[in-house]
């Protein structure tokens, strides 16, 4: 046993390193899905933090270069249980194991990844550090370094991840909508799933600001996934609401869906241990429609679960929750084109219940009316609402009320918190 886990409770896992040696500091968090840890390594949305898998066996299918979410492993460190010995898929060109020491990613192999995720679930996600080669010590120097190193609470972090500069992905087949990306995090199959449908995607650096956007004439705007404290995005939360006031068509997801309650005026969360993985229960509201999806989040939306709410734009209701703990997962304005939802349709590796978002998106833009899943009920034009919402017997209640008595009370508990 030649490398250990620290958390910063004091909690020590011991094992053996798996990927390069050395020292590594992040947010230690799990990861429920029994596959896609090539996309998981890559997103961004998991920089600096620890992944712990909770598949056993890790590594099997080896690594290959179609499936990575960008250009480079983004997790600060990586915590499996059983390395596969050999890797065997006829994609794969190279080992797990020399991937992550290619690209300095830290790792180690323990046996109770069980015991860590059960931790974490009691505990709470936390500040975790993995040591090994030249940087062991005394388990108490190291304790010392990982509680030196930065929360996630107040980490400002898209910017960090986010392109330098414009591209454009182009549309596959004839060209429908030109689409403004924000990146804060973006992950590759994300433009990719709109291009599919004939969308040209800019993608535009974090700091984009409502004229650059504008500029480009879009058919609609989205904002992507991204890591860090939604609360410290004031910069891209500043632009969504310019683009909000000009009436473009909005559709985001993740960090997207946080920031689109921020513009909302509604606030952020951070979330006891998040949700990551690929199994998550998430109910429309409307239809009563169940999908299993996509999730890598560690904040979430504080918004009323029932009925309408006001916003500075508009009525405004949650159109999904999550039905594990009735978590926010999905925002949408009545009178205006814009909608999110705080998981991943496009859903690499996998599933795909959700990939009917990117059809509701584009129905946004060519003007229809009456998506399934997207953010319109009402066959009416936009601002034609005959009546107006109080008209129709729905509850208004303001953006900053907290929940009613038809929360749980441990749901309720976790919302003051």
């Given at each position: 046993?030649?490398?250990?886990?620290?958390?910063?409770?004091g909690?020590?896992?011991?094992?053996?390193?798996y990927?390069a040696?050395?020292?590594?500091?992040?947010?230690?968090?799990?990861?429920?899905?029994?596959?896609g840890?090539?996309?998981?390594?890559t997103?961004p949305?998991?920089?600096?933090?620890?992944?712990a898998?909770?598949?056993?066996?890790i590594g099997?299918?080896?690594v290959?270069?179609e499936?990575p979410?960008s250009?480079?492993?983004w997790?600060?460190?990586y915590?499996?249980?059983?390395?596969a010995?050999?890797?065997?898929?006829?994609?794969?060109?190279?080992s797990?194991?020399d991937?992550?020491?290619?690209?300095g990613v830290?790792?180690?192999?323990?046996?109770?990844t069980r015991?860590?995720?059960?931790?974490?679930?009691?505990?709470?996600a936390?500040?975790?550090?993995?040591f090994?080669?030249?940087?062991?010590?005394?388990?108490?120097?190291l304790?010392?370094?990982?509680l030196?190193?930065?929360?996630?609470?107040?980490?400002?972090?898209?910017?960090?991840?986010?392109?330098?500069?414009?591209?454009?992905?182009p549309?596959?087949g004839a060209?429908?909508?030109?689409?403004?990306a924000?990146?804060?995090g973006?992950?590759?199959?994300t433009?990719?799933?709109?291009a599919?449908?004939?969308?040209?995607?800019?993608?535009?650096?974090?700091?984009?600001?409502?004229?650059e956007?504008?500029?480009l004439?879009?058919?609609g705007?989205?904002?992507?996934?991204?890591?860090?404290?939604?609360?410290?995005?004031?910069?891209?939360v500043?632009?969504?609401?310019?683009?909000?006031?000009?009436?473009?068509?909005?559709?985001?997801?993740?960090f997207?869906n946080?920031?689109?309650g921020?513009?909302?005026g509604?606030?952020?969360y951070?979330?006891?241990?998040?949700?990551r993985?690929?199994?998550?229960?998430?109910q429309?509201?409307?239809?009563g429609?169940?999908?299993?999806?996509?999730?890598?989040?560690?904040?979430?939306?504080?918004a009323?679960?029932?009925?309408v709410f006001?916003?500075p734009?508009?009525?405004?209701?949650?159109?999904?929750?999550?039905?594990n703990?009735?978590?926010?997962?999905?925002l949408?304005?009545?009178?205006?084109?814009a909608f999110?939802?705080?998981?991943?349709?496009?859903?690499?590796?996998?599933?795909?219940?959700?990939?009917?978002?990117?059809?509701?998106?584009?129905?946004?833009?060519?003007?229809e009316?009456?998506t399934?899943?997207?953010a319109?009920?009402s066959?009416?034009?936009?601002?034609?609402?005959?009546?107006g919402?109080?008209?129709e017997?729905?509850?208004?209640?303001g953006a900053?009320?907290?929940?009613?008595?038809?929360?749980?009370?441990?749901?309720?508990?976790?919302?003051?918190?």
């Amino acid at each position: 046993m030649t490398a250990v886990l620290v958390l910063e409770d004091g909690r020590v896992f011991h094992g053996t390193p798996y990927g390069a040696e050395g020292e590594t500091f992040g947010e230690m968090v799990f990861n429920t899905g029994m596959t896609g840890y090539q996309e998981t390594l890559t997103d961004p949305s998991y920089h600096r933090q620890i992944v712990a898998m909770t598949a056993p066996h890790i590594g099997n299918t080896g690594v290959n270069d179609e499936d990575p979410e960008s250009s480079r492993v983004w997790v600060a460190g990586y915590v499996v249980r059983e390395p596969a010995r050999v890797a065997s898929n006829w994609r794969s060109n190279r080992s797990l194991d020399d991937y992550l020491r290619e690209q300095g990613v830290v790792g180690i192999a323990i046996p109770g990844t069980r015991a860590l995720t059960r931790h974490l679930r009691e505990r709470g996600a936390m500040r975790a550090g993995v040591f090994s080669g030249k940087a062991l010590a005394p388990v108490e120097e190291l304790l010392e370094r990982v509680l030196g190193s930065p929360l996630m609470e107040g980490a400002d972090l898209a910017g960090e991840v986010s392109t330098a500069k414009p591209y454009v992905v182009p549309a596959i087949g004839a060209r429908r909508f030109t689409v403004a990306a924000v990146d804060l995090g973006i992950k590759a199959m994300t433009p990719h799933r709109m291009a599919e449908r004939g969308c040209e995607v800019h993608v535009l650096p974090a700091s984009a600001t409502t004229e650059e956007i504008l500029a480009l004439g879009p058919d609609g705007v989205f904002f992507s996934n991204g890591p860090g404290d939604p609360a410290t995005a004031d910069g891209p939360v500043k632009a969504l609401r310019g683009v909000l006031d000009a009436g473009v068509p909005f559709f985001g997801i993740c960090f997207g869906n946080q920031l689109f309650g921020r513009a909302l005026g509604l606030g952020t969360y951070k979330l006891r241990y998040g949700h990551r993985g690929v199994n998550q229960p998430v109910q429309h509201r409307g239809t009563g429609k169940v999908e299993i999806s996509a999730h890598n989040h560690g904040f979430a939306v504080r918004a009323p679960l029932e009925g309408v709410f006001d916003t500075p734009y508009g009525p405004a209701e949650v159109s999904h929750v999550n039905l594990n703990d009735d978590c926010v997962e999905g925002l949408r304005l009545l009178d205006r084109p814009a909608f999110s939802v705080q998981y991943h349709p496009e859903a690499a590796a996998g599933p795909h219940d959700s990939a009917s978002l990117f059809d509701d998106f584009c129905a946004l833009m060519a003007g229809e009316r009456g998506t399934v899943n997207g953010a319109i009920t009402s066959t009416e034009r936009f601002g034609e609402r005959a009546g107006g919402v109080a008209d129709e017997g729905r509850v208004l209640r303001g953006a900053g009320e907290e929940p009613d008595a038809t929360m749980g009370t441990e749901r309720i508990g976790e919302l003051r918190c």
